[in-house]
């Protein structure tokens, strides 16, 4: 577990794998910067991936939780992790979206930047942003994260292709949350 004031970081249980979990997935406004976007989501489906991966050391995978009542408001994940050049990706999304504008993003992304580079001893965390996702790029930007580059028209949203921003942070300018 990994927690701060506001939120408590912690393994995905079979709890969480609920309708609340599930519409949030289904969620155009939630899921428009989402791979998941693209096909239906369902109870089987969210099930078998979490099966497939949440004993997977590769790809540490965590529910954002409140402190104040536990509730599960979204996921991060760390990963996949590339041990021999010691960097990994780092992605997130904050399903409830009562919380959306009050900094859990970044303070997630903070708790999971530092055990990576603490306890993990990563050299290197990257992201890949949809562009036109200026939230999450600024919870990014806010712990540290530089855009490197940006691939053009990458993917697609909508109908039409989309840059992706590449962000990432080297350990030697990472600085610690307080």
Same mark, same amino acid.
């Given at each position: 577990?990994? *927690?701060?004031?506001? +939120?408590?970081?912690?393994? +995905?249980?079979?709890?969480?794998?609920?309708?609340?979990?599930?519409?949030?997935? *289904?969620?155009?406004?939630?899921?428009?910067?989402?791979?998941?976007?693209?096909?239906?989501?369902?109870?089987?489906?969210?099930?078998?991936?979490?099966?497939?991966?949440?004993?997977?050391?590769?790809?540490?995978?965590?529910?954002?939780?409140?402190?104040?009542?536990?509730?599960?408001?979204?996921?991060? $994940?760390?990963?996949?992790?590339?041990?021999?050049?010691?960097?990994? @990706?780092?992605?997130?999304?904050?399903? @409830?979206?009562?919380?959306?504008?009050?900094?859990?993003?970044?303070?997630?992304?903070?708790?999971?930047?530092?055990?990576?580079?603490?306890?993990? @001893?990563?050299?290197?965390?990257?992201?890949?942003?949809?562009?036109?996702?200026?939230?999450?790029?600024?919870?990014? #930007? $806010?712990?540290?994260? #530089?855009? #490197?580059?940006?691939?053009?028209?990458?993917?697609?949203?909508?109908?039409?292709?989309? @840059?992706?921003?590449? +962000?990432?942070?080297?350990?030697?300018?990472?600085?610690?949350?307080?």
């Amino acid at each position: 577990m990994l *927690n701060s004031s506001r +939120l408590c970081l912690r393994a +995905l249980e079979p709890s969480d794998l609920n309708a609340t979990y599930l519409g949030w997935l *289904n969620d155009p406004e939630v899921n428009r910067y989402l791979e998941t976007r693209f096909l239906p989501q369902t109870q089987e489906a969210l099930q078998g991936y979490w099966q497939a991966h949440r004993d997977d050391p590769a790809s540490p995978w965590f529910a954002i939780c409140l402190v104040g009542d536990g509730r599960h408001i979204g996921n991060i $994940k760390l990963g996949p992790i590339q041990w021999l050049h010691r960097r990994a @990706d780092l992605s997130l999304f904050i399903g @409830d979206r009562s919380c959306w504008g009050q900094g859990y993003a970044s303070e997630a992304i903070a708790l999971v930047r530092d055990w990576g580079f603490r306890e993990l @001893d990563l050299q290197k965390l990257n992201a890949g942003i949809y562009a036109g996702n200026i939230g999450s790029r600024r919870a990014f #930007e $806010k712990c540290g994260f #530089e855009l #490197e580059g940006t691939l053009r028209l990458e993917v697609v949203s909508g109908g039409q292709r989309l @840059d992706v921003w590449r +962000l990432g942070l080297p350990r030697s300018h990472w600085r610690p949350a307080p």
